[in-house]
């Protein structure tokens, strides 16, 4: 760029099955086979993890098997069943950093010449900003967090606080805290891949900081744009069809 | 303007929709720095030629239109009969105007009835401040063309098309009436699917921001509600195939002088994308955005369907440049949306009591 500093505009997807798990994981079933078949199933993955493991107080760990449990429950009926059963993904919940990163879908990185840098992922048509120079704190916890960047040499380096807790980092339970603090690494790697890096740190939930790491491939398709992925409509049946009156009809026109 | 002055209902559909919303509670508004004259407003040559050595450019040439923007005026999309047809006003009718205007919108108001009173309950805290002021051009409607300010007739609808408007005017009612059968009676916006997001843009109650960032071959509008990006490429690549249809549409730019021109088809037809109930198959928007000044960019949009108006109309909103003072906030939406389940579980209590009441169709409560 002008600026002197690296170019990474551009259509940018993780080919890992992180969203799966994090961690090494084995092909597996979806929630629900008997209606689901081979459609809910996830790919087998190597960890993504440094070291293979994540570091879990042994208190979170339990919770963490919790969630995988309840992954595929949704009640929002009462307040504190709302957050507390599902992952957030399977209401069509904002997915949070750093998971936005490696959802199966693609994002674009918008860099100008401004003190913004804009992220456009496809998925829930989720969107973040990230401010470079005097930033001030958070003012409110948000399900992308509060990003501000600095470059250090060629690697964009986004400091990420100010969390909503209700993120997860994947299907698989894996989750944190509102003292979550992501610090994103993006380093260019060839003109067609970014290395992506991200230490996760949150007192309330490990035992220490741990770091992820794998490349972002850029796509290439020509005429590639970003395309919608709004699935609220998706998750409406799902979350209010008990509140639905019997007998109600979808009008015509109106997806399902 | 319906969407400005919604019922109880919708207004409390909102609050709670947007409870998440911290630029409900962002500092007051502060005045635009600098007034836009009324020649740059109307689009006179002379001004725009000013214009043009003043608007910063991005290193690469393009007129740099990139910042956080605010849309927030009182001045109506449609011009009231009020102002005797007058288009602009002198600065004494203007004043008169604005505090007209002011008046019939502020929540802070206490005359009334007790129940106009409690209707107002949520207040102007929650509000943007700067939608109480018109805009400095003096105009006395934001629509631009036709010259009488006001939307052009409608062409009467055929068959299908009036039975839908028909079926939705009940769902309306339903929505109305504290009886929604299912998620499908209420609006987009409440359903958190598109807010104000989808062009063409139009002031609302809060969170009239919009964040610009552009970059070689694009210019990015990411508006507040609800956190979808509009990605515009400028390089001249074709549409989307006539098949893919989108909730924003699909937008393509390009530059005219200094001005940035972005042409959005493809949109879909599910009731409220579309501005009035248009037609998607014939459906287009023609936004127009021109830097007049270091805090101020014209948004003007034409909207065109000859199977719903008679004739394109088109309506001019001066955007005011917040940041750095002011950031844009996450807007979460259906995260948090106690909205849907509330009014629903009302309805199935008032089903059971026996306390249903007869629906009356209603016009849209939203139009975008």
Known sequence: MADGHPDLNGIWQAFVSADWDLQDHEAQSGPHPEIMGAYGAGPAGLSVVEGGAIPYQPWALEKKKQNFKNRAVADVSNDAKWHELGDPEFKCYMPGVPRATYMPFPFQIVQGSSNYVLISYEYASATRIIRFGKVDDSPAPAWMGWSRGRWEGETLVVDVTGFREETWFDRAGDFHSDQLHVVERYTPASPYHLMYEATIEDPKVFTRPWKISFPLYRRMEKNLQLLEFKCVPFTEELLFERFTKQGAKAPRGEIR | ?368
């Open chain 2, 1 to 368: 303007m319906k969407h400005r002055f919604l019922t109880l209902l919708g207004i409390l559909a909102m609050a709670i929709a947007c409870s998440q919303s911290p630029a409900a509670a962002q500092a007051p508004a502060t005045p635009a720095q600098k007034p836009a004259s009324a020649k740059a407003a109307t689009g006179k040559a002379t001004s725009k030629a000013a214009a043009r050595t003043a608007v910063p450019r991005t290193p690469w040439g393009e007129p740099d239109l990139s910042g956080v923007w605010n849309d927030a005026t009182s001045t109506p999309l449609q011009r009231p009969s009020s102002v005797g047809g007058k288009d602009v006003l002198n600065d004494e009718e203007a004043e008169e105007f604005s505090k007209e205007l002011e008046h019939n919108l502020t929540r802070d108001r206490r005359d009334g009835s007790a129940a106009v009173d409690v209707n107002r309950a949520y207040n102007e805290h929650w509000m943007d401040a700067r939608r109480l002021k018109a805009t400095e051009d003096h105009r006395t409607s934001l629509i631009v063309d036709p010259p009488d300010g006001r939307i052009p007739a409608l062409v009467p609808l055929t068959g299908e098309r009036a039975d839908l408007k028909k079926a939705r005017s009940y769902a309306n009612g339903r929505f109305l009436a504290g009886l929604p059968d299912s998620v499908y009676d209420f609006s987009l916006p409440v359903r958190c699917i598109i807010r104000t997001d989808s062009p063409p843009y139009l002031p609302t109650i809060y969170n009239n921001d919009f964040q610009i960032v552009q970059s070689p071959g694009f210019v990015t509008i990411a508006p507040e509600m609800i956190h979808s990006a509009r990605i515009i490429p400028t390089d001249g690549r074709p549409h989307l195939p006539g098949d893919i249809h989108q909730w924003l549409g699909d937008s393509r730019g390009h530059w005219e002088g200094d001005t940035l021109v972005v042409e959005t088809t493809n949109f879909r037809a599910d009731e409220g994308v579309l501005f009035g109930g248009a037609n998607a198959a014939t459906y287009k928007i023609t936004e127009r955005f021109t830097r007049v000044d270091a805090t101020t960019l014209n948004y003007e949009f034409t909207v065109e369907d000859p199977t719903t108006w008679t004739r394109p109309w088109t309506a001019r909103i001066p955007w005011t440049k917040i940041d750095p003072a002011e950031q844009m906030y996450e807007y979460a939406c259906h995260e948090d949306n106690y909205d849907l389940v509330h009014f629903m579980s009302g309805a199935r209590q008032r089903e059971r009591e026996g306390k249903t009441i007869p629906i009356k169709p209603a016009d849209r409560i939203f139009d975008n």
